[in-house]
């Protein structure tokens, strides 16, 4: 099979949510293993630094990308096998598919365990990079194992949980095993005897004001989640940004107790290990909620998120993300770090 038509100095902007203009010196777009292994195979291709892009939502250009570009299209979604004894269905995901696109047709098949995770924009392939997570849920409380091509010899290898080495928004993609391998699917096992989550944040509240008070369904959840998201979140589609651009800090029991005392309305949320500080409440804390600087700046409803009001650089909204950083550690001893690729 002949590889995807390779493009030159292709315009970025339709496939960040930033909607920053930048440009990839090479382009391509694959919608199946074998087109993924036929471009890598190319000389050009082999040579250059390769740059994965799904949805685009997770990335902040700061330059041109002077590599390839790989737009991953591998679609489908399916269930592959159902397990009567645990009720319980493996459902596998394309990894070009859009994470909420696969929310939607697990609820549309029975299937619960991802409704917190509703409205994550980005694709499947990218969920598993960063085990993404909200509402007290994450990819990795699902997650059965992935498939992927290893980039230097376009072998096809399966990964199960183990070794996935799933954190906090982190797995073995992004330390040892980062930008060698190329996910192409996923697989999660889900359940149809359900068992929600709606203790988290806002969640219960919402239900409520929904006016459901008891028995809420799969769906049910996933409406409460998307509401919350959509009020606290922008839509990059009439502002340009990539959702939550901080990780929530871990703080040690001590640390948080310490903090507590100084600052007695400091939430927090009980983790393995410690606490989860809320980093919206540390940055807003610091007086950067809604403060624009020109092009950019800091949503005025959510603090958690930067954004391009139209026409900003990358590298302005990179620093501003580093000022941000140093006024939080200095306030509060804490370190944020970014949930965004920044490149």
């Known amino acids: ?20 203009e930048v440009k990839a010196r090479l382009f391509a777009r694959f919608q199946s293993v074998e087109e993924l292994r036929g471009l890598l195979s190319l000389a050009e291709v082999q040579q250059a630094e390769k740059l994965v892009l799904g949805g685009g939502s997770n990335l902040l250009f700061t330059q041109d990308f002077a590599g390839v570009v790989l737009k ?33 047709y697990a609820l549309g098949q029975g299937l619960s365990g991802i409704e917190n995770l509703s409205l994550i ?18 990819l990795k409380d699902t997650f059965d194992h992935l498939e992927a091509v290893e980039i230097s010899t376009g072998q096809l290898r399966t990964f199960s949980y183990e070794q996935c ?13 980062r930008n060698q391998f190329i996910v192409t699917g996923v697989v999660l096992r889900l ?21 459901i008070e008891t028995a809420p369904t799969p769906q049910d959840v996933s409406e409460a989640v ?36 100084q600052y007695p309305g400091l939430p927090g949320y009980p983790v393995p290990g410690g606490v989860k500080v ?48 140093a006024s939080v550690r200095e306030k509060f001893g804490v370190e944020l770090h970014p949930e965004v690729n920044i490149l």
Not at 1 to 20: C, I, K, Q, W
Not at 121 to 138: D, F, R
């Open 165 to 177: 080495g799933f954190g906090y928004r982190e797995s073995v993609f992004k330390g040892p095993l």
């Open 226 to 261: 998307m509401r919350i998201r959509r009020s606290k979140l922008p839509d990059p589609a009439q502002i340009g940004n990539a959702g939550s651009f901080f990780k929530n800090p871990e703080l040690s029991q001590a640390k948080y107790d310490a903090l507590k005392a």
């Open 278 to 325: 809320p980093a919206a409440w540390l940055i807003e804390q610091c007086g950067w909620k809604g403060r624009r600087f020109g092009a950019h700046g800091v949503h005025d409803q959510q603090a958690l998120v930067l954004v391009n009001h139209g026409g900003a650089q990358g590298a302005a909204i990179r620093d501003l993300a580093h000022e941000i950083i």
């Open 1 to 20: 099979m002949p590889a995807p038509l390779l493009e030159h100095d292709v315009s970025l902007r339709p496939y960040n949510t930033f909607g920053l």
């Open 72 to 104: 991953n299209e591998i679609m489908g979604l399916e269930i592959t096998a159902q397990d009567e004894a645990t009720d319980t269905a493996l459902v596998r995901a394309g990894a070009g598919e859009s994470w909420h696109g696969m929310v939607e």
């Open 121 to 138: 924009p980005g694709t499947v392939g990218a969920a598993p990079l960063q085990n993404i997570g909200a509402y007290g849920a994450e």
């Open 191 to 211: 359940r149809r005897r359900h068992q929600l989550n709606t203790s988290y944040g806002a969640i219960g509240t919402t239900l409520a004001d929904m006016g």
